[in-house]
Nanobody
Framework: QVQLVESGGGSVQSGGSLRLSCAASGYTYSNYCMGWFRQAPGKEREGVAAIDSDGSTSYADSVKGRFTASQDNAKNTLYLQMNSLKPEEKAMYYC?????????????????WGQGTQVTVSS
């Protein structure tokens, strides 16, 4: 059974940084892509970053240059370093696994989801 547990969310001021973590169990990194998504109230869940088993990454245009996805295969943990956060990026952030299409940022391409961690950015 695959389990994904996110942590690291919190409240920061505009321009601040946070590092999210996603601990995975029952999952084999080598076969599929993993991703980070976010969903603000009343909005669709959107892809933020994706990372493949070889460490290749892709990012939404809105976060390029500010967010960095990485993984520690030994710890079965995925990370998202978020810098220069903006108030409009307040959302629940989700880890996703089982991506069937390399580096996809589409929700429908992922099978497993964590419960999310809340990120609040104040102006």
């Amino acid at each position: 059974q695959v389990q994904l547990v996110e942590s690291g969310g919190g409240s920061v001021q505009s321009g601040g940084s946070l590092r999210l973590s996603c601990a995975a169990s029952g999952y084999t990194y080598s076969n599929y892509c993993m991703g980070w998504f976010r969903q603000a109230p009343g909005k669709e869940r959107e892809g933020v970053a994706a990372i493949d088993s070889d460490g290749s990454t892709s990012y939404a245009d809105s976060v390029k240059g500010r967010f960095t996805a990485s993984q520690d295969n030994a710890k079965n943990t995925l990370y998202l370093q978020m810098n220069s956060l903006k108030p409009e990026e307040k959302a629940m952030y989700y880890c996703a696994a089982g991506g069937r299409l390399a580096l996809s940022l589409r929700r429908r391409d992922y099978t497993y989801w964590g419960q999310g961690t809340q990120v609040t950015v104040s102006s």
